[in-house]
């Protein structure tokens, strides 16, 4: 009993560290370094769907074309050259791709084994040629160190977060995403974190984008939500 105590207080303590240091982060990086919301002067807001391509990833984008959204979709490298057809089918109906990694292992894992500029190189030959902007990144798991983010920095990346999480990643139920997105007011500039291969992630879409239009947002591409 005591062990388990003990356990909940180190990762109680643990997850109010992590939320200081991104109120920090915040703060401190310039926006050009790293970002976790877009602007809030105006209703938009960005759909982003990390983990793809996947064999649903085609079930997604024709969800997307029926509501009418164009969403962001951090891809893994390894899962790019598997499925190159998807990728380009991703971009030819409007959509935004970055680089979610190319193996999805932690960047700060990458940075101290000095692989992660690699991994960033071999996942952007993979991409469509995009705008002449700033590319995005958003590291696998939200898990970053200052030596990763200065690494992605150097390589002309800007590292992207989100600042409303789904949580389909911790249920399968289609309601519990709906009402995690939804179920409270949603601010202007919000970057929406979603995950592909997923039914119950397929299932909300529906609603959620049906929610958020009602109460006047415009979903856009993370590029322009931060008006790249």
Not at 80 to 87: D, E, F, K, N, Q
């Amino acid at each position: 009993m005591f062990a388990e105590r003990m356990n909940f207080v180190g990762e109680a303590v643990a997850a109010h560290g992590r939320r200081i240091a991104k109120t920090v982060a915040e703060a401190a990086l310039p926006r050009s370094v790293a970002v976790w919301r877009g602007p809030a002067r105006s209703s938009r807001v960005a759909l982003t769907f990390d983990d793809g391509p996947t064999a649903m990833t085609l079930d997604y984008l024709d969800v997307l074309e029926h509501v009418g959204a164009r969403a962001t979709f951090f891809v893994i490298g390894n899962l790019c050259a598997t499925h190159p057809g998807i990728l380009a089918d991703i971009t030819r109906r409007g959509h935004e791709v970055a680089g979610h990694g190319y193996t999805h292992r932690t960047f700060p894992k990458l940075s101290r084994l000095g692989l992660l500029a690699d991994e960033l190189d071999k996942t952007a030959r993979l991409l469509p040629p995009s705008a002449p902007r700033r590319p995005i990144v958003r590291p696998p798991q939200g898990a970053i160190s200052l030596t990763a983010l200065a690494t992605c920095a150097r390589a002309g990346f800007t590292t992207v977060f989100w600042s409303l999480d789904s949580g389909d990643w911790r249920t399968t139920r289609a309601a519990d995403v709906v009402e995690a997105v939804v179920g409270r007011p949603v601010d202007p500039g919000a970057i929406v974190l979603f995950h592909e291969g997923q039914s119950w992630t397929l299932d909300a879409l529906r609603a959620i984008v049906g929610n958020l239009r009602d109460a006047g947002h415009q979903m856009v591409t993370v590029g322009e939500l931060l008006g790249r």
